[in-house]
């Protein structure tokens, strides 16, 4: 038996004392997308999300809706998946860290690392971001009025001091130089240099990974010492092992972990390499293949985020472009390197020019066309040489970008395929022919390429055009011109409308 080719991506679990915003889904729509693709060329996928629902955030969260933490967190939870599923988020899996056998899963690897010398207990004092969930040390921070803030959040530091445990973070600075400097994992390649250069300039300490019970009970008990509850960063990173069954099946486990992909925003790549890589380490675990990182959604000029309130609702998105138009969108903005700003006026732009005006124009058009001048049915022609050749780029182009996760990328070059399509309309006028078979087989190809290469990303679009038009999505590794023997056109869907207000007019 053939065996088939695994791969496991995960996003951050988000925190759920607020419901998801645009910031969240363009992180899951990206894993989504990637997801998607992957499986279409026959990948086994197993896509991770969930939600992260421990620690002093979440307590306070909940104890400002004056209700018990569970109750609170299973409503959010809720919310998340609500989402996603508006969104078309094809995970296999939602975990949540109230779940069971993550919390067994985060006990057993809290006494391993104990039993093997690396956490131990001694008294903290400094400075507390809960925002982050994360301590501050000096030179880290910023201060306003002579007192310490956090950079991201823009708020007050706690001071903290308190007998904890900690985790010998320390004892890994040469582990975590050696495998950020020789392996590929962190992509792009310049945020692993990020943290190297922050590894060889300061002392890497030690860090809590446990807060006395008094300060915060909502958590996961230390297992060997109940008046303690574990650091929320170090049962939240574990999830990503706990979902694949670390304690309860190994062979599944092994599997998925050796291409464990994990997509974060670029506020978390210190958590995602320094203190997730030495707490695999610590467990005799390699560190994950690729940790991919991607930059900020502004809005007014500030990283997007619930506790600055610059937040854009993810229902105003699928109100205004739906669910397709507004996946399209977030991974035509989606940048791993530059903070994009969120502005409707653009994406209004992008939707009516890329989805209204270029590819649904090209499906509408064509569709059309085949119906009038051929009753529907198209059968094989010879594509015109030029056309095939730049379609051939063309798909070349997509499928390297995809290959670098470079998913805005790609799809300009389905765009240009669409582009294509209707500019051969144009010089070729079908319309003006007795028999345009030949011309309408040409531009059906290309609508079927294009088709087929968004389909990660519209899925309900393009299985509409493919079940409208007779063709089925296939693998794009393997895509083939003049392989449809005839094109069957039942309807010339709209697939995506006008803006019924664009913020020109507004
Ligand atoms: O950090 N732009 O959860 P979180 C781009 N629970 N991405 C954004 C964004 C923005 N404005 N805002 C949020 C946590 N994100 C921890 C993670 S994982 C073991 C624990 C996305 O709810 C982005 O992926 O604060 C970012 O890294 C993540 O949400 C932070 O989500």
């Known amino acids: 038996m053939v065996k088939v080719e695994a791969f496991y991506i995960t996003t951050p679990i988000y925190y759920v004392n607020a419901p998801p915003h645009v910031g969240h889904a363009y992180t899951t729509l990206f894993a989504d997308v990637v997801a998607r693709f992957k499986r279409l060329t026959g990948v086994r996928v197993f ?118 445990y900690y985790f010998k973070l320390s004892d890994f600075k040469d582990y975590l130089l050696e495998v950020l400097e020789n392996r590929d994992i962190v992509y792009p390649r310049h945020y692993a240099q990020e943290v190297i250069s922050k590894l060889k300039s300061e002392s890497l300490r030690d860090i809590s990974v446990a807060r006395p019970i008094e300060k915060v009970w909502w958590g996961i008990p230390v297992p060997f010492d109940d008046k303690y509850v574990i650091y929320v960063w170090f049962d939240a990173l574990l999830n990503y092992i706990s979902a694949i069954h670390y304690l309860s099946d190994r062979e599944k486990f092994k599997e998925y972990w050796s291409v464990a992909h994990h997509v974060i925003g670029k506020d978390i790549l210190w958590f995602h390499t320094v203190v997730w890589f030495s707490i695999l380490k610590a467990l005799d675990l390699e560190p994950p293949r690729r940790v991919i990182v991607h930059a900020f959604l502004t809005s007014k000029g500030a990283k997007m985020s619930k506790s600055v309130g610059n937040i854009v609702s993810i229902d105003e998105m699928l109100q205004r472009y739906g669910v397709d138009g507004s996946r399209y969108l977030f991974a035509r903005i989606f940048n791993m390197d530059k903070d994009s700003e969120f502005s409707f006026e653009l994406l209004d732009n992008v939707y009516i020019s890329e989805l209204v ?50 998913v805005s990328s790609a799809l300009q070059a389905v765009m240009d395929i669409a582009r294509l399509g209707n500019q051969y309309l144009n010089e070729t006028k079908p319309w003006e022919k007795s028999d345009p078979s030949k011309e309408l087989y040409n531009v059906l190809e290309l609508i079927r390429i294009s088709t087929i290469l968004l389909a990660p990303v519209t899925p309900r679009a393009s299985r509409i055009t493919a079940e409208r038009f007779g063709f089925n999505i296939e693998n794009p590794l393997k895509l083939r011109l003049e392989s449809i023997e005839r094109y069957t056109v039942t309807e010339a869907p709209i697939l995506f409308r006008k803006l019924k207000v664009t913020t020109q007019q507004e």
């Open 357 to 406: 005006d270029t590819y649904g124009n090209l499906v509408r058009r064509a569709g059309v066309l085949a119906q009038k001048k051929c009753a529907g049915r198209v059968y094989r022609r010879s594509i015109d040489s030029k056309v095939g050749e730049e379609v051939v780029v063309k798909i070349g182009e997509y499928l390297e970008a995809m290959k670098n996760y470079e």
């Open 47 to 164: 896509y991770l999300t969930g939600t992260d629902e421990h620690g002093l955030k979440i307590q306070r969260a909940a104890e400002s809706q004056g209700k018990p933490p569970k109750v609170f967190v299973d409503e959010v939870a809720e919310v998340f998946k609500k989402y996603w599923k508006s969104l078309d988020i094809s995970y296999d899996y939602f975990i949540r860290t109230t779940d069971e056998l993550h919390e067994k899963t985060v006990k057993e690897a809290f006494t391993q690392i104990y039993k093997k010398g690396y956490i131990y207990k001694a008294r903290y004092s400094g400075l507390y971001c809960v925002e982050c969930e994360k301590y501050y040390a000096p030179g880290e921070y910023i201060e306003i009025g002579g007192k310490p803030y956090c950079p991201l959040h823009n708020k007050p530091l706690e001071y903290m001091e308190e007998e904890t």
